[in-house]
């Protein structure tokens, strides 16, 4: 585009964390304990994105209680980051607007193959004719007992 040249774009740099740690807050639960004194109830999955990543949106009331709380300035939790124009930045948008940065790729998990798994022995079917014998260690096998003669005897 025309009179793209020495265009300087802008990001943010999410700096709670370490703001957290300048006031000597360590836990994620002592944060949303001090936020909730200040009338910001958050849930505990809601804090630990806050600290983790910059979020997308930010009420004023949030941010100043985090400011109260952690007795800090803006300055403190989000820098403006300058990038002069060929030194990278995330760019687009128009003159002055600002854009997240976007969080590092995570790696892909590693895939563990599992061993496989043990072939399932199956007892096999007591036959009806069977009767019980008892061994020593405990376990019962079945014997399997000559039928009884027909009635009227064999035929010859």
């Known amino acids: 585009m025309p009179g793209e040249k020495g265009k300087t774009t802008v990001s943010l740099q999410w700096k709670l964390r370490k703001a957290m740690a300048d006031a000597n807050v360590w836990k994620t639960s002592d944060l949303a304990e001090r936020l909730g004194g200040l009338g910001v109830n958050l849930s505990a999955p809601n804090v630990s994105r806050l600290i983790n990543r910059m979020p997308q949106r930010l009420s004023m009331k949030v941010l100043a209680a985090l400011m109260t709380t952690l007795?800090?300035?803006i300055t403190d939790i989000i820098e403006v980051v300058r990038h002069p124009a060929g030194e990278g930045g995330t760019g687009g948008g128009k003159e002055g607007e600002s854009r997240p940065e976007e969080p590092p790729a995570k790696p892909e998990p590693q895939k563990t193959e599992r061993p496989p798994e043990p072939k399932?022995?199956?007892?096999?079917?007591?036959?009806?004719d069977a009767k019980p014998t008892a061994k020593g260690?405990?376990?019962?096998?079945?014997?399997?007992?000559?039928?009884?003669?027909?009635?009227?005897?064999?035929?010859?």
């Not at 399932?120 to 009806?128: A, F, I, Q, V």
């Open 71 to 73: 007795d800090c300035d």
């Open 120 to 128: 399932k022995t199956t007892e096999p079917k007591k036959p009806k």
């Open 137 to 156: 260690n405990g376990n019962v096998r079945f014997t399997l007992v000559p039928a009884p003669p027909l009635p009227g005897g064999p035929k010859k």
